[in-house]
């Protein structure tokens, strides 16, 4: 017999993927690159697109201006000051409600323009923020 191979759920691949992925963005922002930090999110085999995403912290580690190769917003600018208006927006504005920290959102374009709540790691939102619009693309 040849040898059989234990499938694991998926679940627990996309778990330990996720825990790397935010242990990579930590790893980066510590060495003070993580304005250098580019995720690419490759999509089911149906799908040839991807989603690149390259964050660019401000000079004041206020703002976080995210940067993507899609569409998030189809007209407009749309600004969201507080979760209760996310909730409300657009498609997009409401995937990203559920990313913990988010104080406000812009959506411009391909554009994401974020500030967050200080007990909210930069790290941490980017890696949400990353999964979300992941399954949103899905």
């Known amino acids: 017999m040849v040898g059989k191979t234990k499938l694991r759920p998926f679940s627990i691949i996309a778990s330990e993927y996720n825990r790397l992925r935010k242990e990579q963005i930590k790893t980066y922002c510590v060495l003070g690159i ?8 490759t999509h089911h085999a149906t799908m040839s697109e991807y989603i690149d995403i390259e964050t660019e ?28 208006k996310m909730e409300e927006g657009s498609p997009v504005a409401q995937a990203l409600s559920v ?4 104080e406000t959102l812009v959506i411009d374009g391909r554009n994401l323009t974020l500030t967050r709540s200080p007990a909210t790691d930069w790290y941490a939102i980017v890696a949400d923020i990353s999964a979300a619009l992941k399954d949103f693309f899905l």
């Not at 993580?34 to 999110?41: S, V």
């Not at 976080?64 to 899609?70: A, F, I, K, V, W």
């Not at 990313?99 to 988010?102: L, S, Y």
């Open 34 to 41: 993580f304005t250098q930090y580019a995720l690419r999110i």
């Open 57 to 84: 912290l401000s000079d004041d580690a206020t703002t976080m201006h995210l940067y993507t190769n899609l569409p998030l917003a189809e007209e407009g600018v749309e600004t969201y000051t507080s979760l209760e």
């Open 99 to 102: 990313v913990e920290g988010i």
